[in-house]
């Protein structure tokens, strides 16, 4: 008998993926076989010849689930999928019946198969195969994962919780996540009174941290969609801090925090050459990830000799230094497979936050 976990969110950017990756993790330490669907993917991409959801990859890769890639994202809503399915160009009961089907697959392959969501509960309605109809299709108990607070987290899984029950989805649990460590107990305690009448278990997730918070500079580049002047171990480095080269070098210099990159207009060779010498001495590496070199001036011959002969990590975009400074600071970063310090950080910390064994008996 497969037992099933149904991972939903209050909304966007909660930690859904991080907790599946956890419960990916913890459960192969229990299960002998641990598998992984994506159900509904909105965010694909190409893995070979096929379009799959972005999580799916990530999970098949990180565990080596390859062989059941086709499996794993059964529902990968492309570009115009929304139009075609109003349209009656597609079938909603026949999508119905492809992820039932698959997930039975699944069921027979293997003891524990995590099911995640693609957000709230209310995402896929148009489609008419919200979050909550599939956990209903599929019969999975449900934890909902949240961000941190007390009203805010009361008001948004109450929201959630009318979809589920419409749907006649139960919701086992409440996961709240970036939990502020100082926090952490008295936010826990508070939530588990406001859901004592529901008979919904409220467990803590992983604490607040800039590690999971933040991008990598792989993640920027895909971001801008512009190649990466890096070493693999360079590209799964994680920015925690973005600061535009606008003032003097010295001034720039002495602003450096841990792990900075810096947004630098090509035209600035004094700064572009001193980042560069900096980047040689290892304190200095620590405190500079990389740099995007921005703006259509072109950067001087002997300027960009020193910058590559100097091995620092650098980005070269036309952008103005402003725009570029703008869209990293409004972007949300996503797991992928190549945040392997992230991979590496959430396995370990999984393990002594995230409570398994009474989640494991919800289901």
Not at 189 to 197: E, M, N, S, V
Not at 257 to 265: F, R
Request: hydrophobic content about 40%; overall charge negative.
């Amino acid at each position: 008998m497969c037992k099933k976990i149904f991972i939903a969110a209050t909304g966007q950017n909660c930690g859904k993926t991080t907790m599946s990756v956890s419960l990916m993790h913890l459960a192969r330490k229990k299960y002998q076989r641990v598998g992984f669907i994506k159900p509904i993917g909105p965010k694909i991409e190409l893995y070979g010849d096929l379009m799959v959801d972005m999580d799916a990859v990530l999970m098949a890769k990180t565990y080596g689930l390859e062989e059941d890639i086709t499996l794993m994202s059964p529902v990968a809503v492309h570009k115009n999928f929304t139009r075609e399915v109003l349209n009656g160009e597609i079938d909603v009961k026949e999508l119905e019946k492809r992820i039932v089907d698959t997930v039975r697959q699944l069921e027979d392959k293997y003891d524990f198969l995590i099911i995640e969501g693609a957000g709230h509960g209310g995402v896929g309605s148009v489609l008419g195969l919200s979050n909550a109809r599939v956990a209903s299709l599929l019969n999975a108990p449900v934890v909902i994962v949240s961000d941190s607070g007390i009203g805010s987290v009361i008001d948004a899984v109450n929201l959630n919780l009318a979809l589920y029950e419409k749907e006649k989805a139960e919701v086992r649990a409440i996961l709240v996540n970036k939990l502020r460590s100082e926090k952490r107990d008295k936010i826990l305690d508070y939530l588990r009174k406001a859901f004592i009448p529901s008979g919904i278990t409220v467990a803590g997730g992983f604490n607040y941290t800039p590690i999971l918070a933040n991008p990598t500079l792989a993640h920027v580049a895909k971001l801008l969609d512009l190649p990466l002047r890096a070493t693999n171990g360079e590209r799964s480095r994680i920015i925690h801090h973005i600061q535009m080269g606008a003032a003097s070098s010295q001034r720039v210099v002495d602003h450096l925090q841990e792990s900075t990159l810096i947004v630098v207009t090509g035209s600035r060779d004094e700064l572009l050459v001193t980042l560069s010498s900096l980047y040689h001495i290892p304190d200095f590496r620590e405190k500079i990830t990389g740099m995007i070199i921005t703006g259509n001036t072109p950067v001087s011959r002997i300027t960009q000799q020193i910058v590559d002969d100097s091995g620092i990590p650098y980005i070269r975009i036309t952008l103005r230094t402003s725009d570029v400074f703008m869209a990293l600071m409004e972007d949300v970063a996503k797991i992928t497979i190549e945040d392997q310090e992230k991979l590496n950080w959430i396995r370990s910390n999984a393990e002594h936050d995230i409570d398994f064994e009474s989640l494991d008996a919800l289901l």
